[in-house]
């Protein structure tokens, strides 16, 4: 079945490190997108890519880096200079970036802090 | 800039009762709307979407939606809730450029029996 595998489901971080969660799909889907998801605040958009080798900020991406070096994979990293990366990040993709193509989900990764 | 508004954070509905959902949104032109549902510890699924055409859009697990204009709003509706809808409800608009959307802060339903 086509879909959307994040790994991780649970992720736990020390202060001062680098961790790097996993988004691959299988859908051949160009575009790609990561979210941010605390309680209360719905979805914040940090990256997305519309295409391999590209990718654009979203309005939460300070303390976040991504690559696309291939179309199926879009790994997220949450750098040390996130102060508060507790949360449920979701990984996204759609067929094309055009206007209104459905976003389909991964079932999330949980970062906590030790 | 887009935004969404969904004014209740909570809500309880008994079994069988029917169910609406209100979602507001703010957009100069005319909207992609989307509602996405959210069941715990898990990824989102796409309900029903509303690009053009008519207002009321039939989804999945017999949930439909209205769109308004006047009201700027596309609440969702269901005549009849099961035990199983209990979960999180979103309401996302799509931006003005590429297909980036806004999320509302979400809906937590509860069913009691």
């Known amino acids: 079945d086509g879909g959307i595998t994040q790994s991780p489901k649970y992720l736990f971080r020390k202060e001062g490190q680098n961790v790097t969660l996993s988004c691959e799909q299988n859908l051949n889907h160009d575009a790609m997108y990561w979210y941010r998801q605390d309680p209360g605040q719905g979805l914040r958009l940090i990256y997305y890519?519309?295409?391999?080798?590209?990718?654009q900020k979203g309005d939460i991406a300070e303390g976040y880096s991504v690559s696309r070096e291939k179309k199926e994979s879009f790994p997220l990293t949450v750098t040390s200079a996130q102060k508060n990366p507790t949360a449920f990040y979701l990984c996204?993709?759609?067929?094309?970036?055009?206007?209104?193509?459905?976003?389909?989900f991964g079932d999330g990764t949980r970062l906590s802090i030790l | 800039a887009q935004s969404v508004t969904q004014p209740d954070i909570h809500i309880t509905v008994s079994e069988g009762a029917s169910l609406e959902l209100r979602c507001n949104y703010s957009y100069g032109a005319t909207p992609y709307l989307f509602w996405y549902v959210q069941s715990p510890g898990q990824g989102l699924q796409l309900l029903l979407k509303?690009?053009?055409?008519?207002?009321l859009v039939q989804g999945i697990k017999g949930f439909e939606a209205e769109f308004k204009r006047s009201q700027s709003s596309f609440n969702l509706r269901k005549p009849s809730v099961h035990w199983s809808d209990a979960a999180e409800y979103f309401c996302?608009?799509?931006?003005?450029?590429?297909?980036?959307?806004?999320f509302g802060a979400g809906t937590i339903l509860r069913v009691k029996s």
């Open positions: 890519s519309q295409i391999v080798n590209d990718f």
């Open positions: 509303y690009f053009s055409g008519d207002t």
């Open positions: 996302a608009v799509g931006s003005e450029y590429g297909n980036k959307l806004v």
């Open positions: 996204a993709s759609s067929i094309n970036r055009d206007r209104g193509q459905p976003q389909h």
